[in-house]
């Protein structure tokens, strides 16, 4: 009888993903500071870049805050990088959980890692208390104390104005930055006061602001590090007011809103000069014109994959929009939907069925639960059934697509209703990313 040898299977190491020239210049600037704001453009690779960083000082443990939807993404890219430090990822809410806050304090994490730290804009919000202590400072019991190196990652670290860098000012700088949010918001925006409050007009003391982030702020813009990635092109597609009228009309047998009658009115009247006056019921009427835009919406999408086998990538801003738009493609095609009630299981679903899923061809996402911190570079095409008043927050979803991986240009949608709020919401845009270019803190 013949002898059967066995032998031991050895399996080949995972291959270390390696970084780019560009990124291995930012790995070495990052590493050298203790405190620091990684202003990396979406698609540059600023995971990677920030825990090669923290690697290099030989820590044991790290800990990461970021949205829920991108926990999953942390973990398995440090998985890829085959490190040997010990993570542990959060969500921003998880952490201002008191018991999840005690626990992570305790920890002993030596390294923290904050994503999309444009999240923290507000110092009165609890997930900002959580991070960077009650007063930002961080001796008072937020999880930045005791760490030798903190990193706060985004491409927009202040979204609408420039007053929302305070909480990591006040923190990272604190020998420059010693007053309270309002006397920092004074010093350095220009204001109006109207009858609803304090309105940030413009920005002021521009060059004592950038010499103070001089030495704690990294930019890095895509388009300077990324020749090579495809062009990305944003255009307005303005929808018939025809259709929305009949769109609400319809709505109209449905819900019994005095606001109908008035926007019903207001299309009526689209081909005057100029947008009829805001009304002071705006979030109901935004929630409206985004159902009536809906119908038309889809016809938008539909055209764009059945003369192509392209997929497409769909934001808005209401749950109710999202419902509306997926009821009516579901007829047509497979679509893969998340929305901020969606589950951290079924979200991985989803975006891995978009992914994978030959004909799986259209995404839908709630602006807020999917516009960062996940990649759908299998399509090249994003469309704004709604629009967010933040300029950051619209980019940041557009970015879904166009990073690394992408190879084909990228066109960007905004369906507009005529004459109506999406108009004045447009306007808003433009002029919060104008205050911000003036600071080079928007992306261009």
């Known amino acids: 009888m013949s002898k059967i040898l066995y032998y031991p299977m050895v399996l080949p190491k995972p291959k270390r993903i390696k970084p780019f020239n560009y990124q291995k210049k930012v790995i070495r600037q990052l590493a050298k500071k203790e405190v620091c704001i990684l202003g990396a453009e979406m698609g540059t690779g600023k995971t990677l870049m920030a825990l090669l960083a923290i690697e290099a000082h030989g820590y044991k443990r790290l800990l990461v805050v970021c949205p829920a939807i991108a926990v999953s993404h942390w973990y398995r890219e440090h998985e890829k990088l085959c490190l040997q430090i010990e993570i542990r990822v959060v969500s921003f809410d998880k952490a201002r959980q008191e018991k999840t806050h005690k626990e992570l304090m305790e920890w002993g994490h030596e390294g923290l890692i904050i994503d999309e730290a444009h999240y923290l804009k507000s110092p009165n919000a609890k997930r900002t208390k959580a991070v960077y202590g009650e007063f930002c400072d961080g001796k008072s019991g937020g999880l930045v104390t005791g760490c030798k190196r903190v990193y706060a990652l985004s491409g927009t670290i202040c979204p609408n104005n420039v007053s929302e860098l305070y909480p990591h000012l006040r923190f990272m700088k604190p020998s420059r930055v010693k007053g309270n949010a309002f006397s920092f918001l004074n010093r350095y925006c220009s204001t109006l006061q109207t009858r609803w409050g304090t309105q940030i007009t413009g920005t002021r003391n521009k060059e004592e602001l950038i010499k103070i982030m001089r ?185 879904r697509c166009h990073r690394i991986g992408q190879d084909k240009p990228v066109w960007v949608h905004n369906l507009m209703l005529h004459n109506s709020i999406d108009e004045r919401i447009s306007a808003a845009i433009s002029t919060k990313t104008q205050h911000l270019l003036e600071f080079g803190l928007c992306p261009t």
């Open 215 to 399: 030495d704690i702020y990294i930019p890095l813009r895509a388009k300077d590090v990324l020749p090579d990635l495809p062009s990305i092109s944003f255009n307005d597609r303005v929808i018939d007011p025809i259709d929305a009228k009949e769109a609400l009309l319809r709505l109209k047998e449905i819900e019994k809103l005095p606001e109908i009658e008035l926007l019903v009115q207001q299309l009526e009247n689209a081909a005057e000069t100029r947008p009829a006056p805001v009304s002071e019921h705006v979030a109901t009427l935004r929630r409206l014109i985004g159902t009536a835009k809906s119908a038309a919406a889809v016809q938008y999408i539909l055209e764009i994959i059945g003369s192509s086998k392209e997929k497409v990538v769909v934001f808005a801003y209401h749950k109710h929009v999202i419902r509306h738009i997926t009821r009516l493609l579901v007829e047509k095609t497979k679509v893969a939907v998340i929305t901020g009630d969606t589950s951290k299981k079924q979200r991985d679903e989803a975006i891995d069925k978009f992914r994978n899923t030959e004909d799986c061809r259209v995404f839908v996402g709630q602006l807020h639960a999917c516009g960062t911190g996940i990649t759908l570079t299998e399509s090249n095409h994003v469309v704004f059934a709604e629009q967010d008043w933040t300029p950051a927050t619209n980019l940041q979803a557009a970015k």
